[in-house]
């Protein structure tokens, strides 16, 4: 079995940090304030400690990414 390992994805600077799951695909998104990159990276590695991950075959996630990326903020 492999260990899940977050990694930050993208950073917006002055908007928001979205981390990522390594394992499930799952996002952790945190608005930045102040531009404090640490904190945030802080805030979504609690995100990412918290959440279980859940397997998803390759049409799952296919479907997820669309979800995520066409929703309205």
Same mark, same amino acid.
């Given at each position: 079995?492999?260990?899940?390992?977050?990694?930050?994805?993208?950073?917006?600077?002055?908007?928001? !940090?979205?981390?990522? +799951?390594?394992? +499930?695909?799952?996002?952790?998104? %945190?608005?930045?304030? $102040? $531009?404090? %990159? =640490?904190?945030?990276?802080? =805030?979504?590695?609690? =995100?990412?400690?918290?959440? &279980? +991950?859940?397997? !998803?075959?390759?049409?799952?996630?296919?479907?997820?990414?669309?979800?995520?990326?066409? &929703?309205?903020?």
């Amino acid at each position: 079995m492999s260990k899940r390992k977050f990694r930050v994805a993208i950073f917006m600077k002055g908007e928001y !940090l979205t981390g990522v +799951c390594d394992k +499930c695909s799952a996002t952790f998104r %945190v608005p930045l304030a $102040d $531009d404090d %990159v =640490q904190s945030a990276t802080a =805030q979504a590695e609690v =995100q990412f400690e918290k959440h &279980k +991950c859940k397997a !998803l075959d390759a049409s799952q996630n296919a479907v997820r990414i669309v979800r995520e990326v066409t &929703k309205a903020d």
